[in-house]
């Protein structure tokens, strides 16, 4: 597992924030999705950002790890919701679909906007040094 320090040192730390949610959940809910996110030790990252769970990726593990606890952060988009025309997009397609036209639009996707947008989660205030 990695300390914080080191995942923030791969970062911008200004660009780095950490969310947690506002209200408590029962412990019932919470060992209901560890269990389930401990199922998921050693799948494939979903390079492609389907929604199913052969493979996950980062928003999407976030996502259905509070799904379990009955917890939707946020309603789930389809990638022509999004702003694919920006060129720090564009080149992320390109680089996991090769072209803009393999892209399934109708995908269910959640982006990390979408999770930090939610109001069911606050940010975790940074310690001073």
């Known amino acids: 597992m990695l300390r914080l ?6 970062g911008r730390k ?3 924030t950490a969310l947690r949610l506002k209200a408590d959940i029962t412990p019932d809910a919470y ?8 199922a998921q030790i050693g799948r494939d990252y979903d390079v492609r ?9 980062c928003s999407e593990l976030v996502w259905k790890f509070y799904q ?8 789930p ?4 919701d999004y702003d694919l ?24 996707v959640v982006a990390p ?8 989660l606050m940010e975790v205030p940074r310690k001073k040094k």
């Open 68 to 75: 379990q606890a009955g917890i939707e952060l946020c309603p």
């Open 113 to 120: 906007s979408d999770l930090a947008a939610s109001k069911l």
């Open 49 to 57: 950002f389907g929604w199913d769970d052969k493979k996950l990726y």
């Open 85 to 108: 025309q920006r060129p720090e997009v564009r080149k992320i397609i390109e680089q996991h679909y090769g072209r803009m036209d393999r892209l399934e639009m109708d995908e269910k």
């Open 31 to 38: 060992r209901k999705a560890r269990e389930w996110a401990t």
């Open 14 to 16: 200004e660009a780095f």
């Open 5 to 10: 320090e080191v995942l923030m040192a791969r």
């Open 77 to 80: 988009r389809k990638f022509r």
